[in-house]
């Protein structure tokens, strides 16, 4: 954008040479004039070169974001689904397994891994939005502090990044503005933090 703007104001500042105010200084400065514009030339095609490059890279970058975002998706989905499967089987017939804890140290539930790896690549850290880098961060922290004592509170944290990713990939693509994405994120966790106080209740 600051590319684009000098050039801009470069262009402007040329174009004064061929005000008639500025007719008589052109006349007489003519090999100055000419050399002026030449250098402007110049300039203005670096500057527009720069700004495209830039632009190109910028396109790249948020293409290879949502390769990676659409990767964590799906990685989310696979270890949500064999989590509420090996949740069911437990809550099925907790007597035969035995204590919670016990039976979830010995079958874990499956925590995704490849989102760890994800929020420490540059690409990550320099193009997602702060807040998913922080909800994301911080479900990823609940997830670990649950995955063997509260499976639900594990599950529905899962869910929960699920979402904070399909959002994520929507503005990314210029699908949902800044406002929209963080009043769908302000739903999302009323959603979440009243599931878990049903969840609590019942306990």
Do not use: W
């Not at 910028?58 to 390769?67: G, T, V, W």
């Not at 690409?123 to 702060?130: C, D, G, V």
């Amino acid at each position: 954008m600051l590319y684009i703007i000098l050039t801009i104001a470069l262009l402007a500042l040329s174009a004064l040479l061929f005000t008639p105010s500025c007719k008589a200084f052109t006349l007489r400065y003519e090999v100055a004039c000419n050399f002026i514009l030449t250098l402007v030339a110049t300039l203005v095609g670096v500057l527009l070169a720069i700004a495209i490059s830039n632009y190109d890279a910028e396109k790249k970058e948020i293409k290879d974001l949502i390769k990676v975002l659409n990767a964590a998706e799906a990685v989310v989905e696979e270890s949500l689904d064999y989590s509420i499967k090996l949740n069911e089987i437990y809550q099925g017939n907790p007597e035969q397994f035995g204590e919670q804890s016990d039976f979830f140290t010995r079958n874990p539930l499956v925590y995704p891994h490849y989102l760890d790896n994800m929020l420490t690549q540059n690409l990550i850290s320099k193009n997602l939005s702060q807040e998913g880098l922080s909800e994301l961060n911080e479900h990823l922290i609940t997830l670990q502090r649950s995955k063997q004592v509260a499976p639900q509170a594990f599950i529905a944290s899962m869910r929960y990044i699920k979402q904070v990713l399909i959002l994520e990939r929507r503005f990314q693509l210029t699908e949902i503005s800044a406002q929209e994405y963080q009043q769908t994120l302000d739903e999302y966790e009323e959603q979440l933090v009243y599931q878990q106080q049903q969840q609590q209740q019942q306990q």
